[in-house]
């Protein structure tokens, strides 16, 4: 048993350390420390990071957001912002009894004409009828689409994770229809065109993305 573990150590002391630096909408700053054999098995690769990691901003706990790797020059990946979510957690701690939660999935495009995915959750003061219902989710996704489209991809999406997005949409519809409680954009998804070998790399990348990521010191 001790040669199989012997050997892992080994495979872990031959992998290289990379700066992970972070996409403009979020600061270009060296974020977190990723290991990888060689610059080939980190192209592509997925990276999973709390929000909080980056803007030290505890309030951001419970944001996720999604980095890939694009590039890799001088032990430094260069990563681009595919997506965010928020923990479950955290929505479930704002649904209560005799509240409404409804789910809007809807396309949105911004004003450069990028495509992405806007998942958002509305929750009622209280429970609300079937029209009422379609009402509201056709009312945000107009919001929503109209904003996305009024700004560039990463405008958007910097007031999306800073809250901006969905305060604003708050404020237009808390009341109109029936009292709110929260408007959250509960996960942002950018939409991505691959041909067969980058999603042969892209799954590659994906299985190595449980490795042990490190909070950069820089």
């Not at 050997?7 to 270009?28: D, H, N, S, T």
């Not at 192209?43 to 803007?55: C, D, F, S, V």
């Not at 005799?98 to 450069?112: I, N, Q, T, W, Y």
């Not at 990463?154 to 901006?164: D, N, S």
Request: proline residues 4%; charged residues 35%; glycine residues 4%.
């Amino acid at each position: 048993m001790a040669v199989p573990v012997a050997k892992k150590v080994e495979g872990w002391k031959a992998k290289k350390w990379y700066q992970l630096v972070a996409p403009k909408v979020l600061g270009e700053g060296e974020i977190a420390l990723i290991p990888a054999t060689d610059d080939e098995h980190i192209i592509n690769r997925i990276i999973k990071i709390p929000l909080k990691e980056i803007t030290r901003d505890m309030s951001h706990a419970y944001t996720n957001v999604f980095l890939r790797v694009y590039e890799v020059r001088e032990k430094k990946a260069y990563s681009k912002y595919i997506g965010h979510e928020i923990a479950r957690e955290l929505i479930g701690t704002m649904v209560r009894r005799k509240r409404d939660a409804l789910l809007v999935v809807f396309p949105a495009k911004s004003k450069e004409g990028i495509d992405f995915t806007i998942k958002a959750i509305i929750i009622t003061q209280n429970p609300c009828s079937g029209r009422q219902k379609t009402t509201l989710r056709k009312a945000l996704i107009k919001i929503l689409q109209e904003k996305a489209a009024s700004e560039d991809f990463g405008q958007f999406i910097h007031e999306v994770l800073f809250g901006k997005v969905s305060a604003e949409a708050f404020e237009k519809l808390d009341g109109i229809i029936v009292p709110l409680k929260r408007i959250e954009i509960k996960k942002t998804e950018l939409y991505e065109e691959f041909d067969v070998e980058e999603t042969k790399a892209e799954e590659k990348a994906e299985e190595k993305v449980e490795a042990p990521v490190e909070s950069s010191t820089a």
